[in-house]
């Protein structure tokens, strides 16, 4: 901050004495109307307090100047090394994010495969207990039908067996006279008694 105030008072400074050298020339000509203008009374001492403000001018704001375009550069420098460093940190965090995008996407191909698999097999056990199954019922299926098979050749063969029965009973009684019938029952008593 002083040098800043040591600078502008050295403007100010200058720049008073610049009016005044300025504010002098005219007037030291004898203040007529038409003064002549030469280029040593009027030019030469405002070339002069130019050249003056000039060097006091680079002399003190050549540092601040440099200073300034020192920081000003190295804040620069600061800028784009921490947009680098945040790049290169962007582009780590993408390449991150890409490779566990790849991960998730090889870990969700690995669970459908997975899933594929046991679907499968989960199928063939399905198909297999279908097959057992089946087998077990044509089983029963058979043994039922050989049950009522033998049940209906049993009620067939007793059916036959009356028929056969009361044909015989039919025919007997046709073909046997009473005479024959009180013979057999004289013989059946007698045998009977006999056995007592």
């Known amino acids: ?41 009027d030019w030469f001492p405002r070339l002069v307090n130019f050249a003056i403000i000039s060097i006091v001018l680079v002399y003190f704001l050549r540092k601040p100047t440099r200073d300034f375009f020192k920081n000003r550069t190295i ?5 784009i090394k921490q947009s680098q460093e945040a790049r290169e940190q962007a582009m780590k965090a993408l390449a991150d994010m890409e490779r566990k995008v790849r ?26 207990e279908g097959k057992r199954l089946a087998k077990d019922i044509q089983e029963q299926v058979k043994v039922g039908i050989e049950l009522e098979v033998q049940k209906a050749k049993a009620d067939l063969a ?39």
Request: proline letters at 1%; zero cysteines.
């Open 1 to 41: 901050m002083t040098t800043k105030k040591n600078i502008t008072a050295i403007l100010i400074t200058l720049a008073g004495m610049l009016v005044l050298a300025t504010g002098s020339a005219p007037a030291s000509s004898g203040g007529g109307g038409n003064a002549e203008i030469t280029f040593w009374g």
């Open 75 to 79: 804040e620069i420098q600061n800028s």
């Open 103 to 128: 991960e998730t996407e090889a870990e969700a191909r690995s669970l459908v495969a997975d899933a594929q698999a046991r679907g499968e097999k989960d199928k063939q056990a399905l198909v297999e």
């Open 158 to 196: 007793m059916e036959a067996a009356l028929l056969s029965v009361e044909l015989a009973e039919g025919t007997i009684k046709k073909t046997i006279s009473k005479q024959d019938h009180e013979r057999i029952v004289k013989e059946y008593i007698s045998k009977v008694g006999g056995r007592a």
